[in-house]
T-cell receptor, first 113, second 114 residues
């Protein structure tokens, strides 16, 4: 079966712009989580969505937002980009009855210049 | 809150040698534990997880880990490594109750040379 698909794979944006990243979970997976990976801070939790509702949120500024659609696809948006937002953004999906069986996508590499 | 410490940022080892990657955690509540591997330009792949039962957990690619509650450790081992095991390895925890958010360690880069 198809895995978790993240688009685009690579993105270059200018400081001050906004960006939207997309994540399509494995078919049947209704929980989607987002993580930011940077060399300095490592892997940090951004937010989790389940059935179109944000279930949990990490410690990130309000510039970071997300949503989930009825087909479980999720998007995250970062507004007013800063250089420090350059990172690999990873999406993970899971079945509700196997909440610890995360499958990660390959990520979107965002570079802010 | 939970925290995870991976004691080595880099572990160099020769092919066919054994390896141990160390992981310690801190938590005021009971946790589940995980090891993930990340190959260059890829996402995270689950190697193994401890939810309950035997404290010795076997995973994919010949890896195993042992949960030691008294020492709050979850070290990853492989008796004989291959060049293809070169990758970054992450230890993670999540609370048993509540949200299943993962808290990761900083990672250990395993470098296997011939």
């Amino acid at each position: 079966k198809a895995g978790v698909t993240q688009t685009p794979r690579y993105l270059i944006k200018t400081r001050g712009q906004q960006v939207t990243l997309s994540c399509s979970p494995i078919s049947g997976h209704r929980s989607v989580s987002w993580y930011q990976q940077t060399p300095g801070q490592g892997l940090q939790f951004l937010f989790e969505y389940f059935s179109e509702t944000q279930r949990n949120k990490g410690n990130f500024p309000g510039r970071f937002s997300g949503r989930q659609f009825s087909n479980s696809r999720s998007e995250m948006n970062v507004s007013t980009l800063e250089l420090g937002d350059s990172a690999l953004y990873l999406c993970a999906s899971s079945l509700e009855q196997d909440r610890y069986g995360y499958t990660f996508g390959s990520g979107t590499r965002l570079t802010v210049v | 809150a939970q925290s995870v410490t991976q004691l080595d940022s880099q572990v160099p080892v020769f092919e066919e040698a054994p390896v141990e990657l160390r992981c310690n955690y801190s938590s005021s509540v009971s946790v589940y534990l995980f090891w993930y591997v990340q190959y260059p330009n890829q996402g995270l792949q689950l190697l193994l997880k401890y939810l309950s039962g035997s404290t010795l957990v076997k995973g994919i690619n010949g890896f195993e880990a042992e949960f030691n509650k008294s020492q709050t450790s979850f070290h990853l081992r492989k008796p004989s490594v291959h060049i293809s095991d070169t990758a970054e390895y992450f230890c993670a925890v999540t609370p048993v109750s509540g949200y299943s958010t993962l808290t990761f360690g900083k990672g250990t880069m395993l470098l296997v040379s011939p």
